[in-house]
């Protein structure tokens, strides 16, 4: 009887749980986080909730269980360890911040998060404060203070930099923001020895019995495994080489006036200082064609074609910018494009003059920005006039003239900004990537193979063997696409890219077509739900480019632990993903079959308990990356609220030990098919939608 009312007493607090921290989120983008913190997160209601799941749980599960394996024993143990370390912190742990500017008298006390005053047992000055650059550039890679401490009995120096901790007893010191004059640092302050340490603790054992659940015998996942090993292998899947594309109707109407290929590219290959760092001028006219038009060209023109058109021919450009309806949105679209267009065309953008002053430092300019005092005559005339005698070039229609002298800007820029400038290998790439970046197409390709492959898998009973090769051709020459330009990203940015959404769907996309790879020979039926799952990934990827532009990460950023837990995190996304849609094919195709139903949630399972797993470890990898980061594991952000919501949502699945109904291969199909809105929420809902602190992830 106990353990009844344990079981529906542990799991029921949890599904009170997932509803209450689902509707906090909802309540902080409309009421802002001190209601959510005070209402939820931090209420007793809430803290309540979560100690009586523990509680139960732990009852349910001992009194349930005579003989616990070691590495499913550990698993519920790490989760009783991290609540609790999560309790102490709550309870005991201190945060706060300090403001030190250089020059000031030590101080010995920080403000705590309720606005209160905390003594320090010691006193703290700022002896230095440096922001450092990415070379040639504006863009911050790290922003470092330099603290003097002292307790009476000693005195020491502390370093503390973005993803570099300074500690002193038992205190942690991050770097938080800084002054606009550069003369003073925001420290966040964090002391919790032993909320951190227990918490800790419960991740290790965590990630260790995760792993060593897969090699523990007589679980469920390996009697899935057997399971699934004895099936006969899937029907063969069709794939039909080709496509029907629609040719762009030719425009009736007069082309504007143009720059020859071969001048348009000279432009093209000087340097330009865009999106924070040096790229060819290839990159901006590729992004500004980009925004104007919804694709790299127009009307078979390359971008440095519409580009330098819109420079030297202003007036004969103007009638290719149409609006796109009378609509708020339309406008604001259509005023966005007029203000990009002046921009460019006011040489606004074009910051494409390196200067080097006395001290070695790079500065870019425009030719009609304001240029330093101390530039040189000849080099100030230079800047000043150089564009206006290609333009004059090119109203006399000397179009060599006119790159030849884009060609000498090319030569000044090599000559100022010498040590500053991208290798000529990143160079070489970033162009390559220019010409070969269209995700649009691999999208529109998966898409329309994976339904066609979807059909034929649900009403098919066999085919013939040269499909299924192609099948696995296609997907090798996707995987190669996508390794190729994400690798190209990856060489010229310097970092891994997994920084924006655009990257994040490529890489989505890129283990789906190698996990589909994997499994082609053991789980055919699974072709489909990866051209499905790999197309739609490439065209969130495609609308709008999702902020393509090749950045450099923000220092926050730059932390191996964060692309650690992005990977993470997409793996088991992209898991889910297939999850999802293998259920939707079983309830089409073994609609009123139960065997097949039970067979095809068995493919499922297998893919689900990797996918809850790395979801779990990815979840704490990013805890430990934010504590590292900001001095604390769990800030209650809306994306880390709807991680830990997914998670526990999909852990239900994995017990129906205790929760019969999931036995039920039709409910089970169904469950993970609406589960899945757990992750689209996640992932596109708190961006676009919810917000917060990992809105850019």
């Given at each position: 009887?106990?353990?009844?009312?344990?079981?529906?007493?542990?799991?029921?607090?949890?599904?009170?749980?997932?509803?209450?921290?689902?509707?906090?989120?909802?309540?902080?983008?409309?009421?802002?986080?001190?209601?959510?913190?005070?209402?939820?997160?931090?209420?007793?209601?809430?803290?309540?909730?979560?100690?009586?799941?523990?509680?139960?749980?732990?009852?349910?599960?001992?009194?349930?269980?005579?003989?616990?394996?070691?590495?499913?024993?550990?698993?519920?143990?790490?989760?009783?360890?991290?609540?609790?370390?999560?309790?102490?912190?709550?309870?005991?742990?201190?945060?706060?911040?300090?403001?030190?500017?250089?020059?000031?008298?030590?101080?010995?006390?920080?403000?705590?998060?309720?606005?209160?005053?905390?003594?320090?047992?010691?006193?703290?000055?700022?002896?230095?404060?440096?922001?450092?650059?990415?070379?040639?550039?504006?863009?911050?890679?790290?922003?470092?203070?330099?603290?003097?401490?002292?307790?009476?009995?000693?005195?020491?120096?502390?370093?503390?930099?973005?993803?570099?901790?300074?500690?002193?007893?038992?205190?942690?010191?991050?770097?938080?923001?800084?002054?606009?004059?550069?003369?003073?640092?925001?420290?966040?302050?964090?002391?919790?020895?032993?909320?951190?340490?227990?918490?800790?603790?419960?991740?290790?054992?965590?990630?260790?019995?995760?792993?060593?659940?897969?090699?523990?015998?007589?679980?469920?996942?390996?009697?899935?495994?057997?399971?699934?090993?004895?099936?006969?292998?899937?029907?063969?899947?069709?794939?039909?080489?080709?496509?029907?594309?629609?040719?762009?109707?030719?425009?009736?109407?007069?082309?504007?006036?143009?720059?020859?290929?071969e001048t348009a590219e000279a432009y093209g290959r000087?340097?330009?200082?865009?999106?924070?760092?040096?790229?060819?001028?290839?990159?901006?006219?590729?992004?500004?064609?980009?925004?104007?038009?919804?694709?790299?060209?127009?009307?078979?023109?390359?971008?440095?074609?519409?580009?330098?058109?819109?420079?030297?021919?202003?007036?004969?450009?103007?009638?290719?910018?149409?609006?796109?309806?009378?609509?708020?949105?339309?406008?604001?679209?259509?005023?966005?494009?007029?203000?990009?267009?002046?921009?460019?065309?006011?040489?606004?953008?074009?910051?494409?003059?390196?200067?080097?002053?006395?001290?070695?430092?790079?500065?870019?300019?425009?030719?009609?920005?304001?240029?330093?005092?101390?530039?040189?005559?000849?080099?100030?005339?230079f800047v000043r006039k150089v564009m206006s005698l290609?333009?004059?070039?090119?109203?006399?229609?000397?179009?060599?003239?006119?790159?030849?002298?884009?060609?000498?800007?090319?030569?000044?820029?090599?000559?100022?900004?010498?040590?500053?400038?991208?290798?000529?290998?990143?160079?070489?790439?970033?162009?390559?990537?220019?010409?070969?970046?269209?995700?649009?197409?691999?999208?529109?390709?998966?898409?329309?193979?994976?339904?066609?492959?979807?059909?034929?898998?649900?009403?098919?009973?066999?085919?013939?063997?040269?499909?299924?090769?192609?099948?696995?051709?296609?997907?090798?020459l996707v995987l190669l696409y996508l390794s190729f330009?994400?690798?190209?990203?990856?060489?010229?940015?310097?970092?891994?890219?997994?920084?924006?959404?655009?990257?994040?769907?490529?890489?989505?996309?890129?283990?789906?077509?190698?996990?589909?790879?994997?499994?082609?020979?053991?789980?055919?039926?699974?072709?489909?739900?990866?051209?499905?799952?790999?197309?739609?990934?490439?065209?969130?990827?495609?609308?709008?480019?999702?902020?393509?532009?090749?950045?450099?990460?923000?220092?926050?950023?730059?932390?191996?632990?964060?692309?650690?837990?992005?990977?993470?995190?997409?793996?088991?996304?992209?898991?889910?993903?297939?999850?999802?849609?293998?259920?939707?094919?079983?309830?089409?195709?073994?609609?009123?079959?139960?065997?097949?139903?039970?067979?095809?949630?068995?493919?499922?399972?297998?893919?689900?308990?990797?996918?809850?797993?790395?979801?779990?470890?990815?979840?704490?990898?990013?805890?430990?990356?934010?504590?590292?980061?900001?001095?604390?594991?769990?800030?209650?952000?809306?994306?880390?609220?709807?991680?830990?919501?997914?998670?526990?949502?999909?852990?239900?699945?994995?017990?129906?030990?205790?929760?019969?109904?999931?036995?039920?291969?039709?409910?089970?199909?169904?469950?993970?098919?609406?589960?899945?809105?757990?992750?689209?929420?996640?992932?596109?809902?708190?961006?676009?939608?919810?917000?917060?602190?990992?809105?850019?992830?």
């Amino acid at each position: 009887m106990l353990e009844k009312f344990c079981k529906y007493l542990s799991f029921g607090s949890i599904a009170v749980l997932i509803l209450y921290m689902a509707a906090m989120t909802v309540l902080e983008k409309f009421s802002g986080t001190a209601a959510a913190m005070r209402w939820g997160y931090h209420s007793a209601f809430f803290i309540a909730l979560w100690a009586l799941a523990l509680v139960s749980g732990v009852v349910y599960y001992v009194r349930r269980t005579s003989c616990r394996p070691a590495a499913t024993a550990g698993i519920h143990a790490s989760f009783v360890l991290i609540l609790s370390g999560a309790m102490i912190t709550h309870v005991c742990g201190e945060q706060g911040a300090v403001h030190l500017r250089l020059g000031d008298a030590p101080v010995s006390e920080y403000l705590t998060e309720d606005l209160q005053t905390a003594a320090f047992p010691f006193t703290l000055s700022l002896e230095d404060f440096e922001i450092e650059y990415y070379p040639g550039t504006y863009a911050p890679t790290d922003y470092v203070s330099t603290l003097a401490v002292n307790d009476g009995s000693s005195e020491q120096t502390l370093t503390v930099a973005m993803n570099r901790i300074g500690s002193w007893r038992g205190y942690r010191f991050y770097q938080s923001s800084y002054d606009e004059d550069a003369g003073g640092s925001t420290l966040a302050v964090s002391r919790d020895p032993a909320g951190v340490a227990v918490t800790y603790i419960g991740y290790a054992l965590l990630l260790l019995s995760l792993a060593g659940f897969f090699f523990q015998r007589n679980s469920r996942f390996r009697a899935v495994l057997r399971r699934v090993s004895k099936m006969v292998p899937a029907a063969a899947l069709l794939l039909v080489l080709g496509g029907f594309a629609m040719p762009e109707a030719e425009a009736k109407e007069a082309m504007p006036e143009i720059l020859p290929k071969e001048t348009a590219e000279a432009y093209g290959r000087m340097y330009v200082y865009y999106n924070d760092r040096v790229c060819p001028v290839q990159t901006l006219a590729r992004d500004f064609t980009m925004k104007l038009y919804g694709k790299p060209s127009y009307r078979g023109l390359t971008s440095e074609q519409v580009l330098t058109g819109w420079i030297f021919h202003y007036d004969s450009w103007s009638e290719t910018l149409e609006q796109g309806g009378s609509s708020k949105k339309a406008l604001k679209e259509f005023d966005e494009k007029r203000q990009l267009v002046m921009l460019v065309c006011g040489a606004t953008l074009l910051k494409i003059f390196p200067y080097a002053d006395a001290e070695g430092s790079v500065a870019w300019y425009a030719s009609t920005d304001r240029l330093p005092a101390e530039m040189d005559s000849d080099q100030w005339l230079f800047v000043r006039k150089v564009m206006s005698l290609a333009g004059e070039s090119i109203v006399k229609n000397d179009f060599q003239a006119a790159g030849g002298i884009f060609d000498k800007i090319a030569e000044y820029q090599k000559k100022i900004a010498a040590g500053s400038l991208p290798s000529d290998s990143r160079i070489a790439a970033e162009r390559l990537y220019n010409a070969v970046e269209h995700p649009k197409a691999a999208a529109i390709a998966c898409l329309a193979f994976g339904l066609l492959l979807f059909v034929l898998n649900c009403f098919s009973s066999g085919l013939g063997r040269t499909l299924k090769i192609s099948v696995s051709v296609l997907a090798v020459l996707v995987l190669l696409y996508l390794s190729f330009v994400l690798g190209l990203r990856w060489h010229i940015s310097g970092h891994a890219p997994f920084s924006n959404g655009f990257e994040v769907m490529m890489l989505v996309s890129w283990l789906t077509m190698l996990l589909g790879l994997l499994v082609r020979r053991r789980f055919a039926m699974m072709q489909p739900l990866v051209f499905l799952l790999g197309g739609f990934a490439l065209l969130v990827a495609s609308i709008g480019e999702s902020d393509p532009a090749i950045a450099y990460l923000t220092p926050v950023l730059s932390s191996p632990l964060l692309s650690l837990h992005v990977m993470t995190m997409m793996i088991s996304y992209t898991l889910l993903g297939l999850v999802m849609l293998n259920g939707v094919m079983a309830l089409v195709k073994y609609g009123r079959s139960e065997a097949g139903l039970a067979q095809a949630a068995d493919v499922s399972l297998l893919f689900l308990y990797p996918a809850v797993f790395f979801l779990a470890a990815g979840t704490f990898l990013g805890a430990v990356w934010a504590n590292v980061s900001w001095g604390r594991y769990w800030a209650w952000d809306p994306k880390e609220v709807w991680a830990l919501i997914t998670l526990l949502v999909y852990a239900f699945a994995l017990h129906s030990g205790s929760l019969k109904k999931f036995s039920d291969p039709r409910f089970f199909h169904w469950f993970c098919i609406f589960a899945f809105i757990c992750v689209l929420v996640t992932y596109f809902g708190v961006n676009f939608f919810l917000g917060g602190l990992h809105s850019y992830a």
